[in-house]
T-cell receptor, first 115, second 114 residues
Framework: AQTVTQSQPEMSVQEAETVTLSCTYD???????LFWYKQPPSRQMILVIR??????QNATENRFSVNFQKAAKSFSLKISDSQLGDTAMYFC????????????FGKGTKLTVNP | EAGVAQSPRYKIIEKRQSVAFWCNPI?????LYWYQQILGQGPKLLIQ????????DSQLPKDRFSAERLKGVDSTLKIQPAKLEDSAVYLC????????????FGSGTRLTVV
């Protein structure tokens, strides 16, 4: 069974600075997807960034980028130029390619951006 | 396009009562998911539908939880009887179909069992 571990329950960062959220996962699959979701108090899960395991190049979406280390099964999220609106819960998630394709989530990291 | 609609937004019930949640996915999305998110944890899949057929319900407590997706569109999730440990946010999500990764989540229903 796949598992996702987020070892940082809470983190804080000053506005405009950079923060990195950690995620490790365990799987025997070779083809899969990894995601970072943001969940603000409104509760809706918002996709931040995704990475296909077969791609060596790290994904980037504006201020958000990932460091994907497939051999180490590590998938960290870097947020540059942090903004107050980035304050939220962040979940790392894994999804197999094929099968039921359900998302398996970590426990989340609560990120607070301070002014 | 309209998002995934869920209702009610909040629900408080006493233990042993029954409750139902409703989800309307994005139009044309074949796959629908119900996730349970207990406070302090990440969401956990309860059941996945492909059109109106069940793909995965391995983590659904079938003695008290049931779900259906009529005509492959709307879905309802029911709990009967509810237990204190069922207090959680119930998230519905939909995607275009197997093989796509365009998940869209609703805002969830927060259930409190007292």
């Amino acid at each position: 069974a796949q598992t996702v571990t987020q070892s940082q329950p809470e983190m804080s960062v000053q506005e405009a600075e950079t923060v990195t959220l950690s995620c490790t996962y365990d799987t025997s699959e070779n083809n899969y997807y990894l995601f970072w979701y943001k969940q603000p108090p409104s509760r809706q899960m918002i996709l931040v960034i995704r990475q296909e395991a077969y791609k060596q190049q790290n994904a980037t979406e504006n201020r958000f980028s990932v460091n994907f280390q497939k051999a180490a099964k590590s998938f960290s999220l870097k947020i540059s130029d942090s903004q107050l609106g980035d304050t939220a819960m962040y979940f790392c998630a894994f999804r197999t390619q094929g099968g039921s394709e359900k998302l398996v989530f970590g426990k989340g990291t609560k990120l607070t951006v301070n002014p | 396009e309209a998002g995934v609609a869920q209702s009610p937004r909040y629900k408080i019930i006493e233990k042993r009562q029954s409750v139902a949640f409703w989800c309307n996915p994005i139009s044309g999305h074949a796959t629908l998911y119900w996730y349970q998110q207990i406070l302090g944890q990440g969401p956990k899949l309860l059941i996945q539908f492909q059109n109106n057929g069940v793909v995965d319900d391995s983590q659904l407590p079938k003695d008290r939880f049931s779900a259906e997706r009529l005509k492959g569109v709307d879905s309802t999730l029911k709990i009967q009887p509810a237990k204190l440990e069922d207090s959680a946010v119930y998230l519905c999500a939909s995607s275009p179909g197997v093989g796509g990764y365009g998940y869209t989540f609703g805002s969830g229903t927060r259930l409190t069992v007292v």
